[in-house]
């Protein structure tokens, strides 16, 4: 009877340890054909040298994608002005801005602008983000609205040469550097600028973190 009941727990241990063996070789298997990068990933950060990608990548950012999506945030900041100028839908414009070069309408955004203050600081919805564009929201009483100053032109430097400025993990950029606003009397402002990029599954790059500050005066 004593030697029937040590056989049985003998199998039952092999059963188990069966049992759990199997599964975490699969677990380890579907790991390892996850974290392969699509090909074509792994072609652009070959060819582009980029050392900070994620495991799996599958999708990939360029630094001309970069480029231009810093250079667009630009152009429509100047042109958000200019249709008030001419006295179109300003506001519409701001909008289509914040639909397409941020992420309100597909995740979360970080947005931090330059000339805000106290528990308005911090922008967490569209709302937040647009009234301190174009202004005129009660629930916004501070923001004048950036964007009507008007600005003729706005452009942006990256910290360093060579793209050193720009960190790319894959589906996602990060830029540090300044952006230069210019007025209709031809003065220029500059400001420190962190942005951070993320490509959607449509290829297009749209701004997560958004961070914005005027430069330390120590005098």
């Not at 790991?31 to 060819?47: F, K, W, Y």
């Not at 999708?59 to 999506?69: H, K, M």
């Not at 449509?202 to 120590?218: A, E, M, Q, T, Y």
């Amino acid at each position: 009877m004593q030697k029937t009941k040590l056989m049985a727990i003998v199998i039952l241990t092999g059963l188990i340890s069966a049992a759990c063996t199997k599964p975490a070789e699969k677990v380890e298997e579907d790991t390892q054909t996850a974290t392969l990068t699509n090909p074509e990933v792994q072609s652009v950060i070959d060819e582009l040298g980029l050392v900070y990608v994620e495991e799996g990548a599958q999708y990939i950012i360029t630094y001309d994608e970069v480029n231009a999506a810093q250079q667009a945030w630009c152009d429509a900041l100047v042109k958000i002005g200019q249709t008030k100028e001419e006295g179109g839908d300003y506001r519409k414009v701001a909008e289509q801005v914040l639909s397409e070069a941020y992420n309100y309408d597909y995740g979360k955004v970080f947005f931090k602008p330059t000339l805000a203050f106290g528990d308005q600081t911090f922008r967490n919805d569209k709302k937040g983000a647009l009234s301190y564009f174009v202004g005129g929201d009660p629930d916004f009483p501070n923001d004048k609205g950036f964007a009507l100053t008007p600005w003729v032109k706005a452009r942006y430097d990256n910290a360093g040469s060579d793209n050193q400025g720009i960190q790319i993990y894959g589906s996602v950029a990060i830029t540090m550097g300044n952006v230069w606003v210019t007025d209709k009397e031809g003065n220029e402002t500059m400001v420190e600028k962190t942005w951070v990029f993320k490509k959607g599954i449509d290829g297009k790059l749209r701004i997560i973190v958004h961070k914005s500050s005027l430069p330390f005066n120590p005098s």
